[in-house]
């Protein structure tokens, strides 16, 4: 088991221009999601996938942002005309309930998103 | 919608013992978790309570109490590398989808150990 990867770990990008990060969970981990952190702050919830079905969107994942698991395994987070805003750490977690009491989610190291 | 308040800041010396405190509010309660957070890293999982006592592993033990929205997370034997932030999540039923994935996360106690 190697855990949760996640690609790339730094990105900068320009104001306005696309970036795709790419999720990688545990293996047999049906369930996914993706989380926003800044500075001095806990992760906040963004999406949650189960197998392919996108089953929870939070109301911070505006337009500009979409989420895909097109197979049921690695997960892509697309932010399109990149803000100053959106810079910050994106976390994806994984987790299955059967391997576990609590179904807890276990986290991948994160995209460093910084917006120039 | 959902509240999670932590102390921001603590400090305690190498070997002591020390108790995070989070107190929630929230609907369709579904569980609480202690994640750690070294700086620059992800978060990785601590513990998890869903009834109320306390659950206990290793150094680390966390306490429930549903009915006063209140949970602790108790560190003994503190170590140098315990240094870091403390996590409070709190896991609730979200009735529109029927789905109870999602996690509130607090914003986090940092933790100093001083030798």
């Known amino acids: 088991d190697t855990g949760v990867s996640q690609d790339p770990r730094h990105k900068i990008t320009k104001r306005g221009q696309n970036v795709t990060f790419r999720c990688d969970p545990i293996?047999?981990?049906?369930?996914l999601y993706w989380y926003r952190q800044t500075l001095g702050q806990g992760p906040e919830f963004l999406t949650y996938?189960?197998?392919?079905?996108?089953?929870?969107k939070s109301r911070l994942l505006s337009d500009r942002f979409s989420a895909e698991r097109p197979k049921g395994s690695f997960s892509t987070l697309e932010i399109q005309r990149t803000e100053q805003g959106d810079s910050a750490m994106y976390l994806c977690a994984s987790s299955s309930p059967r391997q576990s009491r609590g179904n807890e989610q276990y986290f991948g190291p994160g995209t460093r998103l910084t917006v120039t | 919608g959902q509240n999670i308040d932590q102390p921001t800041e603590m400090t305690a010396t190498e070997g002591a013992i020390v108790q995070i405190n989070c107190t929630y509010q929230?609907?369709?309660?579904?569980?609480l978790f202690w994640y750690q957070q070294h700086a620059g890293e992800a978060p990785t999982f601590l513990s998890y309570n869903v009834l109320d006592g306390l659950e206990e592993k290793g150094r680390f033990s966390s306490f429930l109490s549903r009915s006063k929205g209140y949970s602790y997370l108790l560190l003994k034997e503190l170590q140098m590398k315990d240094s870091a932030s403390y996590l409070c999540a709190v896991r609730s039923l979200v009735v529109s989808s029927g789905s109870a994935r999602q996690l509130t996360f607090g914003s986090g106690t940092q933790l100093t150990v001083l030798p």
């Open positions: 293996s047999e981990h049906n369930r």
């Open positions: 929230t609907s369709g309660f579904n569980g």
């Open positions: 996938f189960q197998n392919e079905a996108q089953l929870e």
